[in-house]
């Protein structure tokens, strides 16, 4: 019974990370349009900034706030610089520069940091057994971090104008426009909170994994899945739908087979998309020809 | 029209690929003049760029180190390497930029078993440019003895059955095989119950298999604990047998830990921390803290050429396999060719590095050593388990 416990409690735990990400591309995208391919980079390389603060004598919550504002920040002029001068409409322009931007900056972490992987310290220490399996705080930890953090964006869409406005641009750029909303500083807010749900999962899972280049890859790979499951429209779906193949991922490993664990999550989103195109949460759009 | 012109510009840049690319079966010619020209590939992104990046700060090192001293024979070494990134068709363009394009005389301490196989066909066939010293290496590629082709480390599969004999030693009857599931850790895995049962044929080996990058090893280790192992053996890259020694820790799993020589590295000692405590592994190399004036060398030659590199395993192997490069490039008297250094790696003799076990080279031999080096993490280092030694012989 400890193995189910083990399984479904850090599945969870990984999920959450994997939503917090998702939740980041999804925010991205929906008001900007583009699938933000350096989301991952970005946010592994903040952490590593982090580390170094860290390292300088700075309280470890101090160091990982400075972290998730930086990504934020590099974000923000990352979309200001190479994806805005593309303009509207350049989807897949917009998809290859921030894949070649993701390499360049693999780069320069590399460049900056070294290539060694790196332990990173835990904000909370201790650990706590449930149902016979053992995790650590820092594991539990980013479940109630990721639920605080989704109901805050949920209310920041929902109850406050700039939530409107960030919506209203997500339906309809033009519209936005024509009632005063300015799409280009909704941009930037976008990219800056989508960045900073990333950049807080990388510090949430960075503890457990330690910091190496290219450690974040599965991670995102899994998140993407996640909002495809969960819908590409919807932001509680990118966080459910990065729970349930955290929780899938670790099911699979335990009762399935540990080599098999991809193909088993995998097809199984590739099934629910067959039946269900738009995701479990995602909206059918319709075009008029 | 306009299709036509794309066409057309398209072909002429083809052509134009095509005559610069290398001129094909003629040996290297970098060895002439004042400097001798040698090269290497290393995996310096993607998945295993953790293993690379340092091996390149090794090799690099001893290089700028006998620079630093005046050259070998009075010539300098320009040690040019490329990036691979662990894949066997960018391993061909690297060789062809390396051989083709720099003419280096050697690939000298590159990295790669399948990546470095890929670039035979060009490298030691078609340009007969010899490669010294991989970071690699599989049992048919000293048996029989390839013209070019020398080698200096035990091969991963020897030390699989190390790891498997020295569980059985320490008396351990059920040993479960934790390994990646790709081909080449497979293929390490396969020799660690042959290893074990050479000591106790009534030894009890079982596998569990675990998708490469796995980050989570919680489910593993639960899985493990119902099989109830008296030891393990790790067969993973070491950033996840890390992963795997905290989770062992952490859900109460007290079995000692056995891995082969990508394992010893300190990466893994800096992600597991306390959980790495008392693992076991047969490392290529002396310990990379060991106090001995050959490592203490290697360490300031890496301080020196690469400060941001920490001591370790994979940056000591390289050091030391280019270390035994420049010991054969000594005997060279004249010009240093491809020929000739196939020709001095053939003569014979024991290379002493102080930090590999003895090379030994002939004309029917090329693979200088196959012994193995019993490490275990003690207070946060890896220490040295006595002297070098022999793996048995189970590989074919």
Known sequence: MSEFWLSLISGISNGAVYGLVGLGLVIIYRSTDVMNFAIGTIALGCMYLALGINAAGIPLALALLAGIAACSLIGVGAREVVIRPLGPGALFSALVVTMGLSLILEEATRGIWGGEPRRFPSLVEGSLTIGGATFTNQRLLVIPVAAVAMLGVAYLFKKTPLGSAMRAVAESHDTATLLGIKPQRVARVAWALGMGLAALGAAMVAPTIGLAIGGFAAILFRSFAGIFLGGLTSMYGAVIGGVIVGVLDNLAATYVSASWRDTFVFSLVILVLLVRPQGLFGEKTFARV | MRVASVLAVALMALGVAACGSDDGGSSGGGGGGDTIKVGAWFPLSGPVAASGIPQKAGASAYFDQVNAAGGINGKKVKYSTEDNAFDPQQTIQAARKLVGDEKVVAIVSANGTAT?????????????????????????????????????????????????????????????????????????????????????????????????????????????????????????????????????????????????????????????????????????????????????????????????????????????????????????????????????????????????????????????????????VKDGKFVAEGEFITPPPVVK
Do not use: C
């Open chain 2, 116 to 376: 470095t196989a890929a670039a035979f066909p060009y490298v030691l066939n078609q340009a007969k440019v010899p490669i010294i010293n991989t970071y690699g290496g599989a049992g048919d590629w000293y048996k029989p003895p390839r013209p070019g082709l020398f080698g200096y480390q035990a091969l991963y599969e020897e030390q699989g059955a190390a790891a498997g004999a020295w569980a059985a030693e320490d008396g351990h009857k059920n040993i479960v095989v934790v390994r990646s599931d790709p081909a080449a850790f497979a293929g390490v895995a396969k020799y660690v119950g042959p290893g074990a049962k050479s000591v106790d044929p009534s030894v009890n080996v079982t596998e569990q298999v675990v998708k490469f990058q796995t980050s989570d090893y919680g489910p593993i280790v639960g899985q493990l604990k119902g099989k109830n192992p008296d030891a393990v053996v790790l067969i993973l890259a070491f950033p996840e047998a890390a992963a795997f020694l905290k989770q062992a820790k952490l859900q109460g799993l007290k079995v000692p830990a056995y891995g082969y020589a990508p394992t010893a590295d300190e990466g893994l000692i800096k992600l597991a921390g306390d959980a790495a405590n008392g693992f076991n592994a047969v490392s290529l190399t002396k310990p990379a803290m060991d106090p001995s004036p050959e490592m203490e060398e290697y360490r300031a030659a890496l301080k020196k050429s690469a400060p941001k590199e920490q001591p370790s395993g994979n940056s000591a192997a390289s050091f030391a396999a280019a270390k035994a490069f420049g010991e054969v490039l000594k005997t060279i008297k004249g010009d240093v060719s491809s020929q000739s250094i196939s020709a001095a790696f053939t003569k014979g003799g024991t290379i002493e590095t102080g930090i590999l076990p003895p090379l030994e080279y002939s004309k029917d031999k090329h693979l200088g050593a196959t012994q193995v080096q019993r490490v275990t």
